[in-house]
């Protein structure tokens, strides 16, 4: 059981990280890597919220959805309450936790429409995940856009500084460079299987 | 006459949604290893944005300012699951192969983009041609990043062997292939649209309302809502050059005040 949950957490992290490998998240992740501190920022901000959307919406689908036959609103019942959980958040924040507000608040707006929170709770759905296993994937789901954000604000300050051809500078070397970063990711492909059996 | 065709064919190249607006990554990337899936992908994304671009265009003198993004998150999401139970009854092998990247149509920055920039300050008909133009430029760009991967990563197209097997390149199939031809492939688009004096592809945060996060972002966050930002965010990432207002909005070539015109 414990193995299993290592599992899931490492996988989330590394094997499946959602940036590089499954492609959620990428307008943050191109727009704010470009200056560590945001970077960081924002990742807290995604980590927060995914695991509270997780916690949310889990009871909901499990005691309400599925339990109704009603599947099929999943959609259109996450992506309400992850626009309505956040906005209460920020409300709250704003009210009773000042110093966290003044930190994490002028992104929690941003990350209401943002693939990888909506991302994260229908794979939880979808991979048939109970409780705690769905919270174990979503904490390691945010440490990988963490590291993901990690990562990529240093390589952008490289970019930054050297010299590139006209047309390939901005998004098309950004880009590139996601692509050699993805490929690295490529090299933890079957490490999981072989760690934890 | 004229006017309509413009706003047609203006998602085509002109502002293409994906190299041109650098909107609607994520589906972008993951879906385009094959041919099919992409199109399967665009034909959905279509549909979504013809009908959502409709239903809020129609509504857009009803709904409070307010509560505009949450209503319109609501109009997508219902188009979606229409979309996903049509593909479950009808074609469960693309439902399939579009997993998880079908309900995240939903915050596909395309649609809310769309709905936000041009739906909710013009008339159906206008919104309607928008959103048929848009949906067919994002399905050309997916459906050219998705000949070079699935031509040189598999050696077919639409599942007919083209290149012998032997001769494939592995890493396009993969996800890094996905950041590498999307990277190049805008590279090209850069330089043409340099050829005809026009600015880069950047990421912008006017047509994307809730996905972008630059600098732009914050600063016009911090007017709209009375949130306080620290300075050091702006001027840390404040210095995107601002865009030429052509690129981004209809507005310089269409006035919005003009939307009671019938087409």
Same mark, same amino acid.
């Given at each position: ?14 094997? /499946? ?14 727009g ?33 959805? /599925?339990?109704y ?12 309450i ?16 000042v ?82 970063? $993805? ?8 490490? $999981? /299987?072989?760690?934890?059996? | 006459?004229?006017?309509s065709?413009?706003? =047609?064919?203006?998602? %085509? ?8 607006? *650098? ?7 993951a879906?385009?290893?094959t041919?099919i899936?992409?199109?399967?992908m ?5 549909? *979504? ?14 709904i ?35 997993? *998880?990247?079908?309900?995240?149509? *939903? ?5 809310l983009?769309r709905?936000?920039? =041009? ?32 031509? +040189?990563?598999?050696?077919?197209? =639409? ?19 996905? +950041?590498?031809?999307?990277? %190049? ?9 340099a ?25 016009r966050?911090?007017k ?14 404040a ?25």
């Amino acid at each position: 059981m414990n193995t299993n949950l290592f599992y899931i957490l490492f996988v989330a992290i590394l094997v /499946e990280n959602y940036v590089y490998v499954q492609f959620l998240g990428i307008c943050p992740f191109l727009g704010v890597s470009k200056n560590l501190k945001t970077a960081m920022g924002m990742s807290v901000a995604v980590i927060f919220v995914m695991v509270l959307a997780t916690a949310v919406t889990w009871p909901i689908n499990h005691f309400l959805l /599925e339990t109704y036959q009603l599947e099929y609103l999943q959609t259109l019942v996450f992506i309400l309450i992850i626009a309505a959980l956040v906005q209460l958040v920020e409300t709250f924040m704003k009210r009773y936790m000042v110093p966290l507000y003044n930190a994490l608040g002028i992104y929690l707006p941003l990350i209401t429409t943002n693939c990888i929170v909506l991302g994260v709770v229908l794979l939880n759905v979808q991979s048939g995940y109970n409780f705690i296993e769905s919270m174990v994937n979503s904490i390691g789901g945010g440490l990988g856009f963490l590291l993901a954000m990690f990562m990529f604000s240093g390589i952008r300050s490289r970019i930054d500084k050297s010299d590139i051809p006209d047309f390939l500078s901005g998004l098309p070397i950004t880009l590139i460079a996601a692509g050699i970063a $993805a490929l690295a990711f490529q090299g933890f492909v079957g490490i $999981a /299987e072989n760690l934890f059996t | 006459m004229n006017k309509s065709k413009e706003v =047609f064919f203006q998602g %085509f190249i002109k502002e293409n949604p994906i190299f041109r607006l *650098v909107l609607g990554m994520c589906s972008s990337l993951a879906v385009s290893s094959t041919m099919i899936a992409s199109l399967g992908m665009g034909v959905s994304v279509i549909f *979504v944005l013809v009908l959502s671009n409709i239903v809020i265009s129609s509504l857009r003198k009803v709904i409070p300012d307010m509560v505009r993004i949450p209503a319109f998150i609501t109009v997508i999401a219902g188009f979606v699951t229409i979309v996903q139970l049509l593909l479950k009854a009808y074609l469960l092998e693309i439902n399939n192969m579009l997993g *998880v990247y079908l309900p995240l149509i *939903v915050v596909n920055c395309i649609i809310l983009g769309r709905a936000e920039a =041009f739906a909710a300050k013009n008339s159906v008909g206008y919104a309607a041609l928008d959103g048929l133009g848009m949906g067919i430029g994002y399905t050309i760009a997916l459906l050219s990043i998705a000949f070079i991967r699935e031509l +040189f990563g598999f050696g077919s197209l =639409f599942g007919f062997r083209i290149i012998p097997e032997e001769y494939t390149i592995l890493i396009l199939t993969l996800p890094a292939g996905g +950041f590498l031809v999307l990277g %190049f492939l805008m590279a090209v688009w850069n330089k043409l649209a340099a050829l005809q004096g026009k600015p880069k592809a950047e990421l912008h945060c006017q047509t994307c309302p809730v996905a972008g996060l630059c600098g732009e972002g914050l600063i016009r966050l911090q007017k709209t809502d009375d949130v306080e930002i620290k300075d050091e965010y702006i001027k840390s990432d404040a210095n995107i050059e601002k865009p030429d207002d052509s690129v981004i909005y209809i507005d310089g070539n269409i006035k919005p005040d003009t939307e009671e015109e019938t087409i």
